[in-house]
């Protein structure tokens, strides 16, 4: 079910989807018109990742550490 959510490309009812519990080993998060999955594999050594995000304008920043 991971690798068809992922691939999903139509909307979700004008609404953004923020997801974690799919690590991307390349330490970068997966950034889509629907989807935005946060889990850069931190407890495998990647940075932790989280976002800042606005009502109005949708993703506003990535921080990593």
Do not use: C, M, W
């Amino acid at each position: 079910i991971r690798e068809t959510f992922i691939n999903y490309k139509k909307p979700f009812e004008g609404l953004v989807v923020v997801f974690g519990h799919t690590p991307q080993h390349s330490g970068k998060p997966i950034i889509q018109a629907n989807k935005i999955g946060i889990d850069t594999a931190a407890a495998y050594g990647g940075p932790l990742t989280a976002v800042a995000l606005d009502e109005k304008d949708g993703l506003v920043e990535v921080i990593q550490s």
